[in-house]
């Protein structure tokens, strides 16, 4: 499996889910990135794509994708820009389960779940060092995730 740009990860979910006539919001998104990174890395022993989560208010977010992902534009899952992630059948399976199993859920269900306490984003915002924006770090992402299945 190879270690895909946050952004093109972030892309793909919208176009999935846009092809299976789901809306996700910014929020959504956030809260399936971090689903994703955990699962593949507690299960797979790696990281899915090239940034780390960040603690910030509403939950963990990946700030790049914040940033540069157009939630205003329709891409289609064959765009040429989404080809090498569309051509690894074990990420676009897990991210097919992970939206009809997780997007169901309201943007706010999802932010209230990594807040929960024991989640990485609870762990990481009692440590005495914290600050906002402050790294998720992965020990915690991947014990917490060892026990989800999408």
Known sequence: MQNYDSVTVANYLLALAYKKGIVLNVT???KL??????YFLAHHNQHLFNEPPKA???GPVFPKTRK????SKIIDVKDD???DIAADPEVTNALNRIIDKYSKFSASQLSEWSHMPGSPWDKTTKEASF???YPIPDEYIKDYFSGIEI
């Open 33 to 38: 990135l971090f689903i994703a990174y955990g």
């Open 81 to 83: 820009s989404l080809k």
């Open 56 to 58: 910030w208010p509403y």
């Open 131 to 133: 600050t906002w924006d």
């Open 68 to 71: 540069q992902v157009d939630y």
């Open 28 to 30: 959504k998104v956030q």
